[in-house]
DNA sequence: TATTTTCAAACAAACGTTTGCGCACATTTT
DNA sequence: AAAATGTGCGCAAACGTTTGTTTGAAAATA
């Protein structure tokens, strides 16, 4: 008596849950298990097309798993594997064009290789920062990439992830630090043609409004610019190289002091795209004519624009978020390190490249 | 002889895991609870300040944990609870302003209520955006947010969430079908005001340049117009409102029936601000001034613009990531649906507003 | 002293999946 | 006929954590 009864109890529970009734909750293995009276181990297998299941099983198993709109528990499987698929990307601010860029190249690698993408913007705050780092952390990312905020100046706050076996890879704000994977571009290249497009248009006076002294990307601008005017066998003159803080007074400023040079320039290199803008702006606002600008960053605004630079160094952003993503996936798939063996660091410089738009 | 032996192996496994030698991988709770002899649930509990463990026993393992840098493995965690505090995003575009915005705001209340943000850009491609879709059902999303592309024209992908019990909260760009979440701003009080605006600056011809009849934000404009009109007792001529595919030629084909109209507009509003700048450079082009701009979404790059509209129509892309972010999470944490009883679906509209800059 | 209450810690199950090993049966080879 | 090989499947462990229940001892009450 008891036994009919448990039986008929098993025959309307398998009932129900095949019909999907008793529970919202997602059908798993063991479901399709109990109703097929197979094991868990045979269901798995046979979903995944594992070579000692027989044909007839297989189908079987897939057919219900499709009636039951089975969909494994990933969660599970990221526990069991200890992997998540899941790639942390750490940047400054999606709004300005070139991470926006850039995190396409970033997601359309990701997805290709079976990534999903966990995004954060630190805002340019350090301390933000330092807890998003925190917050990736926790979730148990397999990979991090990082373009660090103008006002981090402490790095500890990744070291974390070498202890977890957590790769992180840099990519074009990076870390003044050693033993790290990074990819930058190298803006001497796009400055050294910059210049000399400038050169061979004819210009011997060129003025340059850098960044700050601090980073590294005026220097590399500096060094773009002496090489050009070197290579054309003309005398560098420092001063008219200029640095400045981007802000638009900051601009306004040194092109003041710029234009009243001993040695007024015919054709200035600017910082970036904005700093173009404001300089152009200021220079037309004295009805001042004739100044070639060039400018870095080539944003897509400049389609809007009416008076825009005669060319613009181009970084690639796109290029270098999808370099940056594809190392970071190669070195979280790497076999594991032997110990003793000292792994090697990925440094990649996507080079930058000048774009002349064609005249209207 | 052999219960001496094992006692010490013991001992020595103790001191290799105590020291991190023997393994890279990360502390377990396990390893926690062999050092300190007492069982894993002793020290789970100690470490969540469980009531009934003693002082000495949770300052012990606190201590102990910190030392061997534990942290808890949140991948066994989500699985466990079957939560992995990840909402997913799906939007067209972040290098349009108006996302990359959003996404702050999305962000910003993520992190504050304990979510990490997976995001995804569907580059306004139907087809990606599926993919999208099934990416983040794979990765069992707690919850998601979407922004539909401009191409998607079904909408089941969105259906199997529905059964996963996974709540979606449409922003900004929602599909035309009932039972969803959503939040997305009103067009139609921005655009009187904006009417109104010009019409108490003394005009009284004012055309439009909509966009597609197809989209509910045209409509939403046009209504806000007439309204505008209406109230203040003026005759509505539709013929000032022409419809446009909001590229520059198509602008430019517009602006010129709008210029050779019987009635020739003193001010225009405009579908958004690239429309504005491609109509305010077409009549610059050809000599006309003192027409009068007013526009929608009011973009930052406006402010490196020479000519801008006088006006613009916000629309709190912020606000409306925050607040479809909020309505997600509450709905995530909202207490199960018992059977049978109805759930209500939010609706939020975000009034837009207009913004007038402080004349230069 | 006998009973109940309280406190601290242990036990064990559970979450869903994968996977190494082993068993039984069938087929082929010696 | 015995042995080797192959096929199809089940058993059980493992991943790290949480949590309901249980146990044991000490303290409080009767």
């Not at 995004?119 to 933000?128: E, F, P």
């Not at 807890?131 to 402490?154: A, F, I």
């Not at 005017?229 to 008219?240: E, G, T, V, Y």
């Not at 220079?283 to 005669?310: C, H, Q």
Request: proline share 4%; charged share 25%.
């Amino acid at each position: 008596m008891r036994i009919v009864f448990s039986k008929l109890w098993m025959v309307i529970e398998s009932l129900c849950q095949y019909l999907n009734i008793m529970s919202d909750k997602p059908t798993t293995i063991k479901e399709i298990a109990k109703i097929l009276k197979i094991s868990v181990s045979t269901v798995s297998r046979a979903l995944n097309d594992h070579s000692s299941i027989g044909l007839t099983t297989k189908m079987r198993v897939k057919k219900l798993a499709a009636e039951l709109n089975y969909e494994p528990n990933q969660k599970a499987i990221q526990f069991l594997q200890g992997k998540s698929h899941i790639i942390g990307v750490i940047l400054p601010e999606l709004s300005e064009s070139f991470f926006s860029t850039a995190i396409s190249g970033i997601e359309d690698v990701a997805y290709k290789r079976n990534y999903t993408v966990l995004l954060a913007q630190s805002h340019d705050d350090a301390d933000r920062e330092k807890l998003l780092v925190e917050k990736m952390k926790t979730q148990r990312v397999d990979g991090l990439l990082v373009s660090v905020s103008k006002t981090t100046s402490t790095y500890e706050h990744f070291e974390v992830f070498k202890k977890l076996n957590i790769p992180v890879v840099f990519f074009d704000r990076i870390p003044p630090i050693k033993d790290i994977h990074y990819v930058a571009s190298n803006l001497e290249n796009g400055t050294y043609e910059a210049v000399n497009f400038l050169l061979k248009k004819g210009h011997r006076t060129i003025g340059m409004i850098n960044g700050p002294t601090t980073l590294v990307a005026s220097h590399e601008r500096k060094e773009g610019y002496i090489k050009a005017m070197i290579s054309n066998r003309l005398k560098f003159d420092p001063s008219l190289i200029v640095s400045c803080d981007l802000s638009e007074s900051g601009t306004i400023e040194v092109m003041n002091t710029m234009l009243n040079h001993r040695r007024k320039p015919t054709a200035i290199v600017t910082f970036n795209d904005y700093v173009a803008l404001f300089a152009m702006r200021h220079t037309r606002s004295l009805e001042l004519e004739g100044i070639d600008f060039v400018s870095y960053a080539n944003l897509p605004i400049i389609n809007y624009m009416d008076y825009t630079p005669i060319a613009s160094v181009e970084q690639f952003p796109y290029k270098q978020g999808k370099k940056a993503a594809d190392i970071l996936i190669d070195l979280i798939n790497r076999p594991k390190n032997e110990t003793g063996t000292e792994q090697a660091y990925f440094n990649v410089v996507v080079e930058s490249e000048l774009i002349i738009p064609n005249p209207k």
